[in-house]
């Protein structure tokens, strides 16, 4: 071919490709923002319909009976509070246990088989996993309870943080655990106070990752801790939760409670939004310099 | 020899699985001396040293058999607890290895406290001393709260070298420790090798066939998982026996 051909053709290539690739930059410009639409007109809208509701009563008051004002959520609020709190208490050491044991024990069918579960189980509805407390807890005690309600959300928790946390201990490179070794320390205490507590940062955001996300589950809370009107008066007693109060006053027919109903939106949006922020805060590089 | 040995290496094989990576090495090292091992890499040198302190076993499908003797003891007899053995025989690794999230004082102390020992005024001293010993100490005595992993590359291996020697052990293995470090922060640890040897006996694998000849006493040529040659550094290097040492260290191959 003739070189001034050859060196043409080529320029025009090079124009094509150009075009092509600013074509193609601003369709994923364009495809980002619009993931950005739902998240913002959501908290937008949640905002707008739950703040006229907000007052120190929605903080402090029980619910009142339709007709009446001034009622609040304060029994929902420590309701979501406590359940967060048992479902900690289960899920956390089960699951970063697990997590531990996957990452730190040699490959094997055992791993293997608790790997493939692990994946399972998060793959359950979570509403399953109501269904399936409802008939170990519920049934047998014949009451809906804060119990039943923690643990399934605790049961909830397990798998995600399971495999968050082997993915997180694989990433500390082998040579930091030989280190350990040599030193002459059993391999239990290497993983525990070396390997663990050397990448607690990351693993507590894993757990407050973990907790944001049960936190606003409803399903599984409809048969387990049902809900109360009243407050919270043992771990056997049904109790109120911030989800379960949403759908309650969601579906009902008073204006009041729908406004109820989008406050306590507002309330669970932004703390697990806050809860997002932390982890963001706990994993923001400080200390390193 | 005449000299007792601190170790002495029996007819060691080793391997991975079904291959085997050390082929029946026996060599001995006296008190308070360097030895070298060199060898192009994947000859096994860095597997025949993780036997001697039992790290090797913790790969999983690792084999070791044959004996090390570390002073009155066969640290592959039956009875004997791995453990134990990695708190007499410590380590420094190629790559530095700083704890994460740990302080440069609880780096050095990892060892003694891990294992129990909680007087602060005890590990305060350990601290000082280990940091001096790896010629560590001027640079941090005034930050020792920093995070380790905040020091610079030759400054983190100084601190793994102070880790190790924290927990006083008689023989200090060196996994080619200078071959991550710039040439200023590797003259700095073999000047240190020098003090070093009058506390622990030194074996160290390195690549660096001039390091060898600076800093050991004698020099182990390795080749395809076989101990071809072993005598005195100067002998080694000047007058080597066998045709392949040569070969090697005039760079004909390797
Ligand atoms: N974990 C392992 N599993 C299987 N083979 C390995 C493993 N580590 C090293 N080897 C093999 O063992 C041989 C010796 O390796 P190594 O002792 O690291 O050599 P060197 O330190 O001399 O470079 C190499 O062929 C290497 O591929
Ligand atoms: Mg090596």
Do not use: E, R, V, Y
């Given at each position: 071919m003739n070189p001034a051909v050859l060196s043409q053709h080529m320029a025009q290539r090079y124009l094509r490709r150009k075009i092509t690739h600013w074509i193609m930059m601003g369709v994923l410009a364009l495809a980002s923002c619009l993931a950005l639409i739902p998240l913002l007109s959501l908290s937008v809208y949640v905002l707008s319909q739950g703040i006229p509701g907000l007052g120190i009563n929605f903080f402090t008051h029980l619910p009142q009976p339709i007709g009446e004002t001034g009622g609040g959520m304060a029994n929902s609020i420590l309701g979501t509070l406590t359940l967060v709190v048992l479902a900690s208490l289960i899920g956390v050491p089960w699951g970063i246990g697990t997590g531990l044991y996957l990452s730190e024990y040699p490959p094997g069918r055992l791993s293997t088989a608790v790997r493939f579960s692990a994946d399972l189980l998060a793959s359950i509805p979570s509403i399953i996993i109501g269904l399936f407390v409802y008939t170990l807890i519920v049934i047998p005690m014949r009451r809906f309870s804060l119990l039943a309600g923690g643990v399934a959300l605790g049961i909830i928790m397990i798998p995600t943080l399971a495999r968050s946390t082997e993915e997180l201990l694989r990433r500390v490179p082998i040579h930091v655990r030989e280190a350990g070794l040599a030193l002459g320390l059993p391999r239990w205490k290497v993983i525990l106070r070396i390997v663990l507590l050397g990448n607690a940062r990351a693993i507590s955001t894993g757990i407050i990752l973990s907790i944001a996300r049960v936190a606003g589950e409803t399903a599984p809370l409809l048969f387990t801790s049902f809900n109360n009107q009243y407050w919270q008066r043992g771990l056997d007693q049904p109790s109120s939760s911030l989800p379960v109060q949403i759908y309650t006053y969601a579906i009902s027919p008073y204006e009041d409670w729908h406004q109820q109903a989008w406050t306590g939106a507002l309330i669970l949006v932004l703390l697990v939004f806050a809860m997002n922020i932390l982890t963001r805060i706990l994993l923001s590089p400080r200390g390193s310099s | 020899m005449s000299i007792k040995s601190i170790l002495e290496v029996k007819n060691l094989h080793a391997g991975f699985g079904t291959t085997e990576v050390v082929k029946g090495v026996s060599l001995s090292a006296q008190y308070h001396t360097v030895t070298a091992i060199i060898g192009p890499s994947g000859c096994g040198k860095s597997t025949f040293i993780r036997c001697l302190n039992r790290l090797h076993e913790e790969t999983s499908g690792a084999f070791a058999n044959g004996e090390v003797w570390l002073e009155n003891t066969d640290i592959y007899a039956k009875n004997v607890d791995p453990v134990s053995i990695r708190r007499k025989v410590g380590m420094v690794f190629q790559k530095p290895n700083a704890f994460p999230s740990m302080s440069i004082f609880d780096n050095v102390v990892a060892g003694l406290r891990l294992a129990g020992v909680k007087r602060h005024s005890i590990l305060k001293e350990i601290v000082e001393q280990s940091l001096i010993s790896a010629a560590l100490w001027h640079e941090v005595k005034d930050k020792l709260?920093?995070?380790?992993?905040?020091?610079?590359g030759g400054q983190q291996q100084r601190l793994c070298i102070a880790r190790a020697l924290a927990v006083e052990p008689t023989v200090l293995l060196m996994d080619e420790p200078t071959s991550a470090l710039d040439p200023i922060s590797t003259a700095k640890i073999e000047e240190l090798m020098t003090e070093l040897r009058k506390k622990v006996t030194i074996i160290i694998v390195t690549h660096n066939m001039q390091q060898a000849a600076r800093i050991s006493d004698q020099t182990a040529f390795f080749l395809s998982g076989e101990l071809i040659e072993f005598g005195e550094t100067s002998q080694v290097f000047t007058a080597p026996k066998m045709d392949q040492t040569e070969r090697y260290i005039t760079g004909r191959f390797g």
């Open positions: - | 709260n920093a995070p380790g992993t905040s020091l610079s």
